[in-house]
């Protein structure tokens, strides 16, 4: 904008008549010599301190000019320097322009002040122009004035032309200073130009512009800001040998580099070192360290520390404090992080945004949104205004916590015209999901279509959220529109994407769709997860096609996705379906081969399996195995033994097994105590099943099952004969 001022036509403060009122004998034609001398005198007078009338000085020389009236070139200098001294660099400009229309040359300072201009105006190749012009009128450029070019190119990112415009100063008689090297190592290391940064390092050395810790110091903080530590490190050592002492900015910036790494004892090496030498750590060393600490759960040793750096007479600052909380809050210790949250304005330490939204997530992660919602209030009171991150925590914590009407609620209240907050991307889906996991599919198609009205285009996550929803609803045009949209938008599907639509078409048991879209998501690139693997493969043996489903965990073996114990307690419950009882056994063995401990779900498939072919003895050593392993048995798999005895007619194991049931206080529910009451009329004419049996409801409710105890204690009030058996 002010380079586009600069260049522009600057309008007459002034008019002719204004200018003739105020300087009546200037532009008589009585006595021009005396005018002109005069006219020179007022134009300084105008810019003299401490009140300067630069408008009206440049409205006057710009009248004397278009008059035709003779003014000094030192008059006009004067003017143009002391517009740009005043920072008036529009004004100087235009007193240039006509002056070089005027045939008035400006001075070796005036065209200096020229240069200024146009690099206060960020047009470094201006100034390069005017260069050219001060060496065609036989002026010598100095280091200050190259310097101010060179500051410019670097500050608008142009690095090659501030290292052409180093190359030509390297050339002529006007080699590059201290501060050029400096500022061209500065831009080369945030451009991560890290190796033309060391090589201006060398040619400082051979030209005799010996670095100093500001140089070392500026490479080393490019090295750690791009992960390379370790060479950082070599810098050190380096300056050490060059005879420069390293300072506490140095230490800095080299702690922090291997902190961010992860390499805390590199850090921690170079603190005690810095300590060593009597340099005393300041509040970022400090912090470094303490982040680090907190990443990696020592969180003793961060509060130590903390102590130790407020003993120290080093007052913990923001970043301090947020380091260590959003650590606390990250593993969990949020009882320990509001404790420190509350330290912290204790000691006169106001939070910032940051150290808000670190507070909100960390309670909203551990299930205590409601007291993230009072953090919002302390917030708002102190006139902290909250932002899109704030909000977006909560509605997220809203939804997980299942309080989707209140995070509706907070939506509308951020969606109202006038408020300070935006809703983006990532708080429209925030409530979409929220909505689409309890069912509510229109209210999130509504909070969709009112995110396209607000011109905020959806993301991937947005289109996996509506195709679930829709397929969940059997909504399958609707899904396909979806996807569609995803291709047309330019999305490319994820893993999650082909994930939801595998599992909604097999939910509605459109298998061969659902097949299609798992070879699509293999020809693309993109390997499946284990749970696409193990609902194709589940959904598989429920359509009765065991050889597909086999081939298909056979193929998940083979990929870099090992099945899991979920996988194997398909494929092993459904091989067991079959009869083929070896190759189930080969399985198990695989499956333990493989570090995968069977769990509750693996033992009552096998059990009920065993149970079922007769096969009692495994289905035995199965139950001993499974209580071994610190699982409880429930009752289904002591029903499957019952009916497994019942069939064998095992009237002795059969109350035995009664006795253990009882000794594990398992309750029974209508369809166990029914087996039981099967199995034992089977053993006993005589038995009043009527009697023993407690009034159940047609499905098992809590608080209508019997304990076993008393279905015992009734049957040996009326059969003795099974009370012998223990």
């Avoid at 008689?173 to 890290?194: E, F, G, Q, T, V």
């Avoid at 309670?363 to 409601?370: A, E, N």
């Avoid at 098992?700 to 105890?709: A, D, F, L």
């Amino acid at each position: 904008m002010v380079a586009k001022t600069i260049l522009s036509p600057q309008p007459n403060f002034y008019s002719h008549s204004q200018i003739f009122r105020a300087y009546p004998k200037l532009f008589s034609s009585s006595s021009s010599i005396a005018s002109c001398a005069d006219l020179d005198t007022q134009l300084r007078s105008l810019c003299e301190k401490p009140f300067p009338q630069y408008s009206e000085a440049v409205s006057l020389f710009h009248h004397a000019v278009d008059s035709n009236l003779f003014l000094s070139a030192s008059s006009c200098n004067s003017l143009v320097q002391a517009l740009t001294r005043s920072k008036n660099y529009d004004l100087a400009f235009s007193v240039y322009r006509k002056m070089t229309h005027a045939h008035i040359f400006p001075n070796f300072l005036s065209l200096s002040c020229v240069i200024e201009c146009f690099v206060n105006a960020n047009e470094p190749q201006l100034a390069l122009g005017v260069v050219g012009t001060v060496l065609k009128r036989g002026y010598w450029v100095n280091a200050l004035v190259m310097n101010f070019i060179l500051k410019s190119l670097c500050k608008n990112s142009e690095v090659e032309k501030a290292m052409e415009l180093h190359s030509v100063m390297g050339r002529s008689c006007l080699p590059p200073d201290m501060i050029s090297y400096h500022m061209l190592i500065n831009r080369l290391c945030k451009a991560n130009r890290l190796e033309e940064a060391v090589h201006l390092l060398v040619e400082m050395e051979i030209k005799g512009c010996h670095p100093n810790v500001i140089t070392y110091s500026t490479l080393m903080d490019g090295f750690c800001k791009n992960g390379r530590a370790d060479e950082a490190l070599g810098l050190l050592e380096e300056m050490k040998e060059m005879g420069s002492e390293a300072d506490v900015v140095v230490y800095g910036t080299l702690i922090s580099g291997f902190c961010n790494k992860g390499d805390f004892d590199t850090g921690k090496r170079l603190f005690d070192e810095m300590l060593e030498k009597g340099i005393s750590p300041n509040v970022v060393t400090y912090s470094c360290l303490i982040h680090q600490l907190c990443k990696m759960g020592q969180w003793t040793e961060a509060t130590t520390m903390l102590n130790e750096m407020t003993e120290c007479g080093i007052r913990p600052d923001i970043v301090t404090y947020t380091s260590l909380l959003d650590g606390l809050c990250k593993s969990g210790r949020i009882t320990k992080a509001m404790e420190l949250f509350n330290l912290m304005i204790q000691k006169g330490e106001e939070p910032n945004i940051v150290t808000y939204n670190v507070i909100i997530n960390g309670l909203c992660k551990g299930g205590l949104v409601g007291d993230a919602l009072k953090i919002l209030e302390m917030m708002m009171v102190k006139g902290l205004k909250p932002d899109v991150v704030t909000y977006n925590t909560l509605l997220k914590g809203l939804c997980c916590d299942g309080k989707v009407d209140e995070a509706v609620k907070l939506f509308t209240m951020i969606s109202k015209d006038g408020n300070s907050v935006e809703p983006d991307v990532i708080t429209f889906n925030m409530l979409i999901l929220g909505l689409q996991k309890e069912g509510r599919l229109d209210e999130a198609i509504e909070i969709y279509l009112t995110m396209v009205k607000r011109g905020i285009v959806g993301n991937l996550v947005t289109c996996n959220a509506l195709i679930e929803g829709y397929l969940q609803t059997g909504k399958i045009e609707k899904a396909l529109e979806i996807w569609k949209r995803i291709l047309e938008f330019g999305f490319v599907p994820d893993a999650m994407t082909y994930g939801v639509m595998i599992n909604g078409f097999c939910k509605m048991q459109m298998l061969n769709i659902a097949k299609g879209i798992f070879s699509k998501m293999i020809a693309s690139g993109i390997s499946p997860t284990t749970i696409d693997y193990n609902t194709l493969i589940a959904s598989l043996c429920k359509e009765g096609s065991l050889e597909q489903a086999r081939w298909l965990f056979q193929e998940m073996r083979n990929s870099n996705h090992s099945p899991n114990v979920v996988s194997f307690n398909i494929i092993i419950d459904e091989t067991l379906k079959a009869g083929d009882v070896e190759s189930a056994s080969e399985l198990l063995k695989d499956m333990l081969k493989m570090g995968l401990a069977p769990d509750v779900f693996t033992f009552s498939t096998l059990i009920n399996r065993f149970s079922k072919l007769g096969q009692l003895d495994e289905a035995e050593a199965l139950l001993k195995k499974m209580i071994a392993r610190g699982f409880t048995p429930d009752a289904i798999v002591y029903d499957s033994l019952l009916k497994g005895y019942s069939s064998k007619g095992e009237t002795e194991q059969i109350v035995k097994l009664l006795h253990e049931i009882a000794n594990k206080g398992v309750e029974l529910d209508s369809e166990i105590t029914s087996t039981i009451l099967t199995c034992l009329c089977h053993c006993s004419e005589n038995l009043d099943v009527m009697e023993i049996l407690p009034n159940f409801s047609l499905k098992p409710v809590k608080g209508t099952g019997i304990e076993c105890n008393e279905l015992l204690m009734k049957l040996n009030k009326l059969h003795p004969e099974f009370s012998t058996v223990s």
